[in-house]
């Protein structure tokens, strides 16, 4: 038993490290951190997407990435209903330190995904209608009109 909880908790980690760091931004262009500041021991959480012309996202990766992501925790709260059915609570604490990672990637990347539509909607109102240019031409030709 020490060691199959040896080997899921090592398997646990590699599979967080990867999906948070190589397969985000592979499958889906996202990538998540977080940065504590030492002198005041803020936590701030940073979110980082790819420019959508710059990288193209294949649908059936993205399909895969974001299924494979949320049903890992309902998997994870499964097998805990199981071993409390069973009466093998020893397999609890596992379950648990299985469901604070997944989580945590599920919530982290959800929040980053928003972030990204977020800023792809802002981005393009701002430039498909050409309106941040407009606006700064007009407040440059304001400023040399002014003085007239």
Sequence with gaps: ???IFIITILLLAADFYYLKNIAGRRLVGLRWWNEVDPSTGDSQWVFESSDPGTKTINATDSRFFWLALYSQPVLWVALA???IVRLKLIWLPLVAI???LTITNTLAFSRCDKFSQASNIAGNALYSGNLA???ASNMVGRLFTFGR
């Design 81 to 83: 209903i199981l071993a």
């Design 133 to 135: 240019g407009s606006i």
């Design 1 to 3: 038993m020490v060691l």
């Design 98 to 100: 299985a469901l604070a």
